[in-house]
């Protein structure tokens, strides 16, 4: 999921930098999505090792 996320920011970048505004700007989004879906995915991990 991390690995998603960091290939969807590094999209992001080069399209930013090349002057693909909307291309950069979806792929950032997208990153971003993952990123908290995978924040989330390492919280519930977290708290059902300490609870369970």
């Given at each position: 999921?991390?690995s998603?996320?960091?290939?969807?920011?590094?999209?992001?970048?080069?399209?930013?930098?090349?002057?693909?505004?909307?291309?950069?700007?979806?792929?950032?989004?997208i990153?971003?999505?993952?990123?908290?879906?995978?924040?989330?995915?390492?919280?519930?991990?977290?708290v059902?090792?300490?609870?369970?």
């Amino acid at each position: 999921m991390l690995s998603y996320t960091i290939i969807f920011i590094i999209v992001a970048v080069i399209a930013g930098v090349l002057g693909f505004t909307k291309i950069a700007r979806g792929a950032a989004s997208i990153a971003r999505v993952f990123f908290f879906i995978f924040v989330i995915l390492l919280i519930v991990s977290l708290v059902s090792d300490v609870f369970g």
